[in-house]
């Protein structure tokens, strides 16, 4: 059964830094464009960062980038993003799946909540 599981989401004050992870299982990991989206309640799923098969590309949207790192350890089928200089604008469900532009969407986690608050 496919299964995309995120963990590793706390609450962080501003300007600190976390790192989380997403296992994934069912599926040949090693051969799909990856990213980590991120959700607001009231608001559209947003993309946060992309990275290729082989890890040669990454891609971020302009609000993070400088601040995140999105990786990948394709023997342990795990994705990974560091996220350094928390601002509370950050604060939202962290979610990974395909690069939807390419691959068919994989079932999604349940997220892992990162909260940046004072």
């Known amino acids: 059964q496919v299964q995309l599981v995120e963990s590793g989401g706390a609450m962080v004050q501003p300007g600190g830094s976390l790192t989380i992870s997403c296992r994934a299982s069912?599926?040949?990991?090693?051969?799909?464009?990856m990213g980590w989206y991120r959700q607001v309640p009231g608001s559209e799923r947003e993309l946060v960062a992309l990275?290729?098969?082989?890890?040669?590309?990454?891609q971020y949207v302009d609000s993070v980038k400088g601040r995140f790192t999105i990786s990948r350890d394709n023997a342990k089928d795990t994705l990974y993003l560091q996220m350094n200089a928390l601002k509370p604008e950050d604060t939202a469900v962290y979610y990974c799946?395909?690069?939807?532009?390419?691959?068919?969407?994989?079932?999604w986690g349940q997220g892992t909540q990162v909260t940046v608050s004072a």
């Open positions: 799946n395909t690069n939807r532009r390419l691959h068919l969407v994989l079932p």
């Open positions: 069912g599926f040949t990991f090693s051969n799909f464009h």
């Open positions: 990275i290729s098969e082989t890890a040669d590309t990454t």
